[in-house]
């Protein structure tokens, strides 16, 4: 593996090189076993290694689509250049913001995987009832034994308790956002080396539906009379979230930005982060008879809004048009890459973004603001699409600037940034349901930059950022600290980002 970052329009050879896949989620080698034929299709091991110190995680993995998958938060070694998982892909991942290490609670990340044609159906919040005490279910794990790399497959009939004995088995009361269960009447004893290995991130099934992660600690062991689990109806919207959170011609990245090269025609650069962690912008030449930017003066990443595994753009035309850019492998050249018409009038928008989700249903939105200062959400759905608007804000015409692409506040929810006309940069909470609870003074002296933009995790360390830049073309990154701040800035470039005309 060598650079994440490509360019945009490179051949199939290099789309090939992008590919940083860490599951596999085939049997141990030889004839497929009676347990292994039973497993489900998107259950998938997991195995992380350091290159350094040579330590080695074992989990189950839950694959949610095209090249994302969930499991458990402790399930790596580090962030590190030496991350390696299953098939030596780096290691690339999001652990839920508040995620407690004593408790479980929040106990889910969110992986980069290799590509997947299934995925399960979640439950969601309309699902109680399978989460009533009594309900039958199916515990699903992929188990690891000596020699290094052996997989069992391990399933085992559970039954759903009741908070209140719960408690009572694991000795202190039941998290927030979790549920347990224990084995059910004549199941078989469960021999340690299954209810370790490989249990942290195991799949719990109800009705059809994933309804629990194993939030077994990797390398622990679930008691043989109960086992935790992350339920997936408090989380729903953040796994769908994080399954599509990928940026254009790539799928082992999440945060990024475009922008233009001034005084060069059709050429837009993609700056983000290699494999090796190393920062790097790819130039790609759209065409030398077309200045995309005339035809297109708005390109911003949208992330996976249609599914289909790949990062978007989100294009709008002089004319008003607005379009998803399909940046399909190997990444075309923009005029000739596959467009889907969103709608006409966007034109009516001098800030237009794609901040992720913030309407609360895991799916990809777009935030408007037009000539008198009000602000729009256009929701976003499953197929890419987005039917309706709904007005959020008015008196947005005050700010300078408006950006965001993920959650800064650490409650696993979309938020936005905005700076007013005297510098102060004002954090905007989203509230997952379209609206914001508020904003929270961040800081002031931020007219020092005339770029600030959201940029998803555009240095690869598990934190959702905001990226500035000076009139001289040096750029930062701020990383959210989870509490609703942003930790100091990390130099990015220190004049090259002088030369581009637009960043978003």
Known sequence: MRARVKRLGAAGAAAAALVTGLLSGAGTAGAVTEAEATMPPWLAAIEASDGEDGRIKHCSGVV???????TGPDCFT???????????????????????PVTRRAALAVAH???????????TAADGALYAAGVKAEFHSWTFAVPRGSKVA?????????AADCAGLLGRPLPAGTLCTTPA???????????CLGDAGGALVAGGKLIGLSATPAGGCASSRVRLYTAVRTYRSQLVEWSRDKEVGGYDNSGGVVARQRGILGFIDYCGTSINRTRDCAADEYGTTVDVYQEFPLLTPMGDADGDGIGDLLARRTDGNLYRVDMELPPPRLPSAPKTFIGANFDIYGVLLAPRDLSGDGYNDLVGRDSAGVLWLHRGTADGKFPSRTR?????????????????????????????AGGT??????????????????GGGWNAYNAVVGSGDIDADGRQDIVTRTPTGAAYVYNADGKGNFLPRKQWATTQWKNYLRIG
């Open 64 to 70: 949610l689509g095209v090249r994302r998958a969930a």
């Open 78 to 100: 580090g962030r590190s250049k030496s991350d390696m998982l299953w098939d030596g892909g780096g290691a690339r991942y999001r652990i839920h913001p508040q995620y407690d």
């Open 113 to 123: 995987a290799g590509r997947y044609t299934q995925a399960p159906v979640l439950a």
């Open 154 to 162: 391990h399933s085992e009939r559970v039954v759903v308790g009741s």
């Open 185 to 195: 009447p004549g199941t078989p004893y469960v021999p340690k080396e299954q209810r």
């Open 392 to 420: 959020i804000g008015s008196g947005w015409g005050q700010y300078t600037a408006i950006g965001g692409r993920g959650d800064y506040s650490g409650d696993g929810r979309s938020d936005l940034v905005a700076r007013d």
């Open 425 to 442: 940069l004002w954090l905007f909470r989203g509230n997952g349901a379209g609206g914001f609870s508020g904003a929270t003074r961040i």
